[in-house]
């Protein structure tokens, strides 16, 4: 089981380019959910699914879209990259019961110069 | 709105003496609590939950939290610090009404062990 998958593990932007964060899971998980981590101010929830074909907004939004065409997917855009958005993003998926835990993959670390 | 507050930046403990990280929550009704854990350059792993019944909860690595209510408080315990405990602790919460599946997740704590 490869559980969350997370592609790239590492990229660099030049300011103004887009790019897509692809989030795997095989787990059959209903909830999906990006954060990005950043010094001192912990996980911050971007945008988050709780089923194939809806989204939903989370604390920090804005620049960001999400889609979530498939189950198992869950894909991050960044449609004009800034450096503010220089972090590691992390995906997350859990089951549709609210107490379950998620779980986690292991990270892309983003650099916008 | 749901927060969750990790008031500690940093703990330091000496291994073999008890750890206590803290977490204060604000949802409104009774929530789902969460710990994990972060080790250098991963992502978080699941360490134990609060869901309903006993206030204590044990999790993985001997690790323990009490829920308290009234002080809606979830703080990690662990009788005996060791130095591979050290890591970065997060504490998350989740409304369990209806339930968006909103996760939020505190600022984290770091927890240095020395020997």
């Known amino acids: 089981n490869a559980g969350v998958t997370q592609t790239p593990k590492f990229r660099v932007l030049k300011t103004g380019q887009s790019m897509t964060l692809l989030c795997a899971q095989d787990m059959n998980h209903e909830y999906m959910y990006w954060y990005r981590q950043d010094p001192g101010m912990g996980l911050r929830l971007i945008h988050y699914s709780v089923g194939e074909g809806t989204t939903a907004k989370g604390e920090v939004p804005d620049g960001y879209n999400v889609s979530r065409l498939k189950k198992q997917n869950f894909l991050l855009g960044l449609e004009s990259a800034a450096p503010s958005q220089t972090s590691v993003y992390f995906c997350?998926?859990?089951?549709?019961?609210?107490?379950?835990?998620?779980?986690f993959g292991q990270g892309t670390r983003l650099t916008v110069v | 709105a749901q927060s969750v507050a990790q008031p500690e930046d940093q703990v330091n403990v000496a291994e073999g003496n008890p750890l206590t990280v803290k977490c204060t929550y604000s949802v409104s009704g009774n929530p789902y609590l969460f710990w994990y854990v972060q080790y250098p350059n991963r992502g978080l792993q699941f360490l134990l939950k609060?869901?309903?019944?006993?206030?204590l909860v044990k999790g993985s690595y001997g690790f323990e939290a009490e829920f308290n209510k009234s002080q809606t408080s979830f703080h990690l315990k662990k009788p005996s610090a060791l130095v591979s405990d050290s890591a970065l602790y997060f504490c998350?919460?989740?409304?369990?009404?209806?339930?968006?599946?909103?996760?939020?997740f505190g600022k984290g704590t770091k927890l240095s062990v020395k020997p």
């Open positions: 609060y869901i309903t019944g006993d206030n």
């Open positions: 998350a919460v989740r409304d369990r009404r209806g339930s968006q599946g909103n996760l939020i």
């Open positions: 997350a998926s859990c089951t549709g019961d609210g107490n379950t835990e998620a779980f």
